[in-house]
């Protein structure tokens, strides 16, 4: 029994002999084809760790395990920062935390040291920048947030031997930020109960509904086990619930209070992590410089300058059927009294059989036609019933004046969409909750006001056309000295005016059910 004791002792310092790393060991190892072979998530800031650390190891150590322990408690609070576990370490690493049984050797050793350096480093770049870009069509800016400071953040923590620290001061210090992730940490908490389970609202009736409601509204966070139920207390609670998901505050169970109260709680959880993570993404340039963010569930447009609210607007997006783009560019003119060019599918398919039914309507709607050669073309002279959407070879366009679908300002930027943001003559339909109508284009309800943010002491020169009602004004275009940067966003979850973190309409069916991250290494 003595000797097999001795045995297994030796075995293990045999073990722990061969997996010790040595610096001119890690020197050369990060310089070698085989670093290059790990497919590491970011291997230069990696490497320009260990050699401001002198090579010297972090991890794999014998007085490593207190670090590696917090590390591992870090990567386990991943969902509850909207992020996955297992995107920073496959399951294998899961026994690392108190003991290593299956380093064979120096470069086991190495390679396991270096992977866990890229797990970390990848964590706290997420937690800063979001772990993925939003979805966009068209990316103009081309903008990515820096990675710079991590690997300051990165030997804070080892020197702390602990990383909760690290992580509040690379999170973004907003209120509307610590919303979603108090909420996110809520939600989790109720699905990772034993006795969670989905409930399904199926009658319109408060009174008969009762029972499921309770339940849904306490899995919402909206009741508690302590409330004292009544109905009147119900009903309050599920206004403020109709108002969180930007609903109609009736206190009635309508057609879209059941669809989104009956929304899994689950898939509100993969919403949140979605718009925790887009937050990140444009926290530091809504921080350090002036951005236009104008989100398409939401229908809103924010101007911030390093950080502060300069300009809010409704707008109107694009319906289901002809969606807004998301996007990045930069408004880099204004138009004053611009042009409608009708789009040629509009043309073709709306304005087509219109005239061809009556000519006058080109005149009543004040519309030009133009030849190939633009040159306006008398729409008498023209054969109108040879024409169709695979024949068509005249380009339309409404003149300008109050009347023009564009109102009289447009706000011009570069995409391959032809979108852009404009006035509008229907400015009853910023009356609405739900403000989606155009054909992809962002109709503004404050466009002067935008005008004046955006041209500043310019206006001066276009002042007097804004506030005439002209018609067949020719058009006027002002470059802006400092384009200004605008991101079109799709994220279901967002902010209103008073800062106050809502969800909304997944109006054009974009989410896609991701798998949620409840892998936390054990």
Request: hydrophobic share 40%.
């Amino acid at each position: 029994m003595k000797r097999a004791i001795l045995l297994y002792f030796l075995l293990v310092t045999l073990i722990n002999a061969l997996s010790q790393i040595s610096t001119d060991g890690m020197r050369q190892f990060v310089f070698s084809a085989e670093y290059q072979s790990l497919s590491l998530q970011f291997p230069d800031l990696v490497k320009s760790f260990y050699e401001q650390h002198q090579f010297t190891p972090v991890w794999m150590k014998p007085e490593g395990l207190t670090r590696r322990n917090a590390m591992f408690k870090l990567l386990q609070s991943a969902p509850d920062l909207g992020l996955c576990t297992r995107d920073y370490l496959p399951r294998r690493f899961s026994g690392l935390g108190s003991y290593i049984s299956f380093l064979n050797d120096q470069p086991d050793s190495i390679r396991t040291e270096i992977i866990l350096t890229d797990a970390i480093i990848h964590f706290l770049h997420d937690v800063k920048n979001g772990n993925n870009k939003p979805m966009l069509d068209f990316d103009g800016l081309q903008y990515t947030p820096s990675d710079s400071g991590l690997i300051s953040w990165l030997t804070l923590g080892i020197r702390l031997d602990r990383f909760d620290t690290v992580v509040e001061r690379l999170e973004p210090n907003n209120k509307i930020y610590r919303q979603m992730k108090m909420k996110l940490i809520e939600w989790n908490k109720v699905v990772e109960d034993t006795n969670f389970q989905e409930v399904v609202i199926e009658s319109d009736d408060v009174n008969s509904s009762n029972n499921i409601l309770m339940i849904k509204l306490k899995q919402l966070g909206f009741l508690s086990a302590s409330d004292k139920i009544e109905q009147k207390l119900i009903i309050e609670r599920l206004v403020e619930a109709q108002r969180f998901f930007d609903l109609l505050s009736d206190g009635n169970l309508g057609k879209y209070t059941l669809s989104a109260l009956n929304v899994p709680l689950k898939t509100r959880i993969s919403e949140l992590s979605l718009g925790i993570n887009c937050f990140r993404w444009i926290h530091e340039m809504k921080e350090n410089g002036n951005v236009a963010l104008l989100n398409i569930p939401s229908t809103q447009l924010f101007i911030f300058k390093k950080g502060r609210l300069i300009f809010d607007s409704k707008i109107i997006a694009g319906k289901p059927s002809t969606p807004t783009a998301t996007l990045t560019s930069s408004i880099n003119e204004v138009i004053v009294y611009p042009y409608w060019n009708v789009p040629y599918s509009i043309a073709t398919k709306e304005l087509l059989p219109q005239i061809k039914r009556n000519i006058g309507y080109l005149s009543r709607n004040n519309y030009q036609v133009l030849n190939q050669r633009g040159e306006i073309v008398d729409p008498y002279t023209i054969k109108w019933n040879a024409l169709s959407e695979a024949y068509f070879p005249y380009q339309i366009r409404q003149s300008t004046g109050c009347d023009n679908a564009l109102g009289i300002l447009k706000f011009n930027f570069y995409n391959p969409f032809s979108m852009y943001l404009h006035d509008t003559p229907g400015k009853s339909l910023f009356l609405l909750n739900r403000r989606f109508f155009s054909h992809g284009c962002m109709r503004v309800e404050k466009p002067v006001e935008l005008a004046r943010l955006l041209l500043k002491e310019k206006i001066s020169s276009v002042e007097a056309l804004i506030n005439q009602c002209l018609e067949n004004q020719k058009p006027v275009t002002i470059q802006l000295e400092n384009p200004l940067p605008i991101i079109v966003l799709y994220s279901t979850v967002w902010f209103n005016l008073k800062g106050q973190v809502k969800f909304y309409p997944d109006i054009y069916h974009k989410l896609i059910q991701s798998e949620l991250c409840y892998d936390a290494l054990q």
